[in-house]
């Protein structure tokens, strides 16, 4: 019932194309992003497969893949680490690439208290990617 | 250990948990930290970092097919990110200034309470008393999913109880690094009344957003390592794949005792080490 009153703009996208097209989105970004981590981790392997390592400690306060530009400066040297970190900043942007979508879709279907409510979503999870990585 | 070694034994058992959490609708999360911390002596934050992006990995494969059922209400969804997504951040802030051992205790309490939640008989809803506020009409979220016959619609109820406790589901899962998918599924379920297929499903496709919220803060402080997150993403998501295949073909139900008592053996061990300061 309310379905039918959900597409009563007649437009293209509805909630259902929606429902579709987000569901392509989540999976392409999680198949690319595994595919980053595996060809990471076979890099790594190869280099450092037979170093012996130990987590019990936690050291990673001082780590250089804790930023962007410390990935990227690793990527540089193709360091295995810092291939597998880029694998998983992916997979972190995999669900704010489906919140970004989804405003643009409730626009599109002229949902305006949605799309407002999505950009709030929105807004959080830069101030955690962005403002609280700065801390 | 050599890195070799701990890879594969790793992989292992992040894929046989991956496998069974998508079976029971658990998760992989709840186990993979235990696994990590009591039997690899792993530290708890790189732990926590670790499952916390493999459940980003597993929801968002999962939420791709309950999509395309039509099950999921992203509406719903949309709206309880708001409370999931603050709690995220407030959960990872306060990850930073607690000790591990109060992690542990913490955790351990959380995977009992979701072994109860799951073992308990799902109750019946009592026809909808009251018809649908204006909140709720304002914020168009009743909905209808597909039934035998056709699309059933559900209203929505109590959306300010769900919301809180919402934001705690969040706050739990930036805090330790799972889906808290238990509790998402809890506030659905029992304060806002949905039918039960539609709050789980909602609630896997809430948590990838979830989970990404207080990723940006573990990130920055270092608990997400490519050493140990490599294995345990890749295997759940692998397990989780496998297990969302055989999920028609098995019995749940003595699958969901076996599992829940290893989440409680596992949920005492935390605390008993949280307690004596071994995590």
Request: contains cysteine; charged residues 10%; proline residues 3%.
């Amino acid at each position: 019932m309310s379905t039918t009153a959900k597409n009563t703009h007649r437009s293209e996208w509805n909630d259902q194309r929606i429902e579709l097209l987000m569901g392509r989105l989540l999976r392409a970004g999680v198949l690319l992003s595994a595919a980053v981590v595996i060809l990471g981790g076979m890099v790594y392997l190869v280099r450092h497969g037979h170093a012996v390592v130990s987590y019990r400690d936690f050291r990673g306060g001082s780590s250089p893949l804790r930023s962007v530009s410390g990935i990227f400066r690793g990527l540089a040297r193709f360091s295995g680490s810092a291939i597998i970190q880029l694998g998983l900043l992916l997979l972190i942007a995999t669900p704010v690439a489906r919140v970004v979508f989804s405003a643009v879709a409730f626009l599109r279907e002229r949902d305006y208290l949605y799309v407002a409510l999505t950009l709030t979503v929105l807004a959080v999870l830069c101030y955690s990617l962005f403002g609280a990585a700065g801390h | 250990m050599s890195v070799l070694l701990f890879t594969s034994l790793v992989l292992a058992g992040s894929f046989i948990a991956g496998f069974l959490g998508a079976l029971t609708g658990l998760g992989g999360g709840v186990v993979i930290v235990p696994l990590l911390a009591l039997v690899f002596h792993v530290d708890m934050r790189y732990a926590i970092g670790a499952s916390l992006v493999s459940v980003i990995a597993t929801s968002s494969g999962a939420a791709a097919a309950y999509l395309r059922e039509g099950f999921s209400n992203i509406r719903i969804g949309m709206f309880l990110e708001i409370a999931t997504t603050i709690g995220a951040i407030a959960g990872a802030l306060i990850a930073a200034h607690v000790s591990t051992s109060t992690i542990a205790i913490i955790f351990g309490a959380v995977l009992i309470y979701s072994a109860y939640l799951s073992l308990r008989r799902q109750p019946v809803h009592a026809a909808p008393a009251q018809p649908p506020s204006r909140f709720v009409r304002a914020l168009h979220l009743d909905g209808s999913y597909p039934g035998e016959h056709g699309p059933e619609p559900y209203a929505v109820h109590r959306v300010p109880l769900g919301f809180s406790v919402m934001f705690g589901a969040g706050t739990l899962s930036g805090l330790l690094g799972i889906g808290s998918g238990a509790v998402k599924v809890l506030a659905m379920d029992q304060a806002m009344r949905l039918p039960f297929k539609v709050s789980t499903t909602t609630s896997n496709f809430m948590i990838g957003v979830t989970a990404a919220a207080s990723a940006g803060v573990y990130l920055a402080r270092g608990y997400i390592d490519p050493g140990i997150a490599m294995p345990v993403v890749l295997g759940a998501l692998a397990g989780s794949m496998l297990g969302a295949r055989v999920l028609v073909q098995v019995r749940t139900r003595t699958l969901r005792i076996v599992f829940s008592a290893v989440i409680v053996a596992l949920g005492v061990e935390m605390i008993y080490n949280g307690f004596t300061g071994r995590l």
